[in-house]
């Protein structure tokens, strides 16, 4: 334990729970590109308590994302609608002295997609997690959202594509395939017939799957209110296959299985067309978030920004397949 902030945390958390004990092992873990994410241990009423501790970098949010208040709001709103997502615990405070962040449960799972998608101990369940998704982002869509107007933007498919069209625009490197790709869009990516709760990011690196099955969303610092196609296409876009491309959902299943484990837990009817143009802006989308890792690497040489920026080639190859050869 060696981060500053651990004793500022430990006599916040002994302010919240009378009972709490100390904090015994405090490790900051790999994943968690934008915010960081440290596994707690900690002593209350005698017995141990297995806690993570998501907290914004250098404890000073990023303007990018929601605040990680708002979003431990979103979390426990879900939470109590039954979704499945990690109890919160506390929310830091400005008087803490130990940055912004929030305290939650600790649940035990796997995020990495390649060890979901083809490791042995996941095999029984692989055929099931389709279903499974199409069941959480029921939950998630049906959540009230009266309460989270207030904290939340609103931000719909039209709206998405133009912020992308006005990102790729500003690199002035035109690209036939990014070019036919927002054409094929703009008809297509339409206003929402029903504004809802999205999670904004529903993919492999933010689901928590353990060989019983799905145990938590994770990450909602993209979350937002707008249309539930968004994390329907999302999880389908052919990245997050991670070169299982054959089976839409995530490498694991079938479109047809999300939708229909959607519409029996309450979500809307939605046919395989009606998801298909959020399914090419996922692609489009993240070929864009690829040139910008790739401005990035002209300005401060980073291998790991060339490394992801030269992933956009990956989804202009995935474009083309979309649009032209009507794939999925």
Known sequence: MTADFIPSLSKALARAWPDFGQITDAVRLSGGASQETWAIDAEVAGTAERLILRRAPGGHSSPTAVPLATEAVVIETVREAGAKVPRVRYVLKGEDGAGQGYVMDRLEGETIARKILREAEFASIRPRLAAACGQELARIHKVRTQ?????????????????????????????????????????????????????GDFRHGNLLISPEGLEAVLDWELTHLGDPLEDLGWICTRSWRFGVTARPVGGFGELSELLRAYADHGGRAFTIEDVKPWIVYGSLKWGVMCMTMYQGFRSDGSVERATIGRRASETQWDLVRMILNGEL
Do not use: C, N
Not at 173 to 186: I, K, N, T
């Open 147 to 199: 309460s989270l107007s207030a904290v939340l933007t609103t931000v719909d498919g039209p709206t998405q594509l133009a912020r992308y069209r006005a990102i790729y625009d500003s690199y002035d490197h035109p690209d036939p395939v990014f070019e036919m790709a927002f054409r094929w869009l703009e008809p297509r990516l339409k206003p929402p017939a029903q504004i809802t709760l999205v999670h």
